[in-house]
């Protein structure tokens, strides 16, 4: 795999910055991962910490060297993310649970799967143009049948990790990448003051990822002023072409096999932690969100 990325989070109008974002790889499999713990809330960084920490560790279980099944990854480890904030917040007897969104997406081969809970969200751009982005768990992006005429409160969630009840997870399709493919995992604090033209016609403006990310997150604290929402962003380039005395490209091809690189903090859970997520646990989260997807199938029918 090639790809240049670009990381960067910029503390807004906020008392702190709960965002969390960052990424591992192997010889041929690459996970991002983005949260955004939630204000109103205690401890959103701590929810937004240990959904990485979670997701990266059990990537690292999962890809030698690659996740041979990234649908049923990508939702064990988010369910299993949200259980280690439910046992962080019932170890403390807190009567408010931390909570978080996520966006998560593994690229290999070349393809990429991404999976969100919340309003964090995933950006494609190809050929200067919006492929497809993820629709937000949120009552502006998904309205109600007969909610009426009313302004909605776009900050009002429909769901994340650490929340009572069982999240709500979307998943897509694996999406085959074309050389040039530009993706973007961004919290609310970048979408919220810029709308998709703008951060797709500055996505793909020419300049390199190292250059247009920076810039996004510079437009989006300006936009939002002194008031402005924490911004976090990872945006990289699939399979860039190699260019005359640019040097900031990822390439895993000399990795050997077994190495596992990674830009999230250590403190990852121990694996007596993990173990304790066993499958009977998760296979009942996941029953639990299809029964509500079933319900919710049966309504609207």
Known sequence: MKFSIFQVSRKGGRLKNEDRMGYCYTRESGLFVLADGMGGHPEGEVAAQLALQTIAALYQREARPIVKDVKAFLTSSALAAHQQIMRYAGNKAMLDTPRTTVVAAVLQGNTATWLHCGDSRLYVVRDGTLLMRTRDH???????????????????????????????????????????????????????????????????????????????????????????????????????????????????ETISDGVFASTIQAGMPSDSELDDLDDDAIERSIAEINEAIRRSASRKG
């Open 138 to 252: 949120s009552h502006a992006e998904r309205p109600r049948a007969n909610a009426g005429a009313e302004p909605v409160n776009r900050n009002l969630l429909l769901t994340c990790l650490g929340s009572p009840t069982a999240p709500l997870l979307d998943i897509s399709s694996p999406l085959q990448l074309q050389r040039g493919d530009r993706i973007m995992l961004c919290s609310d604090g970048v979408w919220g003051v810029l709308d998709d033209a703008t951060i797709v016609h500055t996505l793909s403006s020419g300049k390199p990822v190292s250059d247009a990310a920076p810039d996004l997150a510079e437009m989006a604290l300006r936009a939002g002023g002194s008031h402005s929402d924490n911004v976090t962003l990872i945006a990289l380039e699939w399979e860039m072409p190699d260019v005359a005395g640019q040097d900031r490209g990822v390439s895993t």
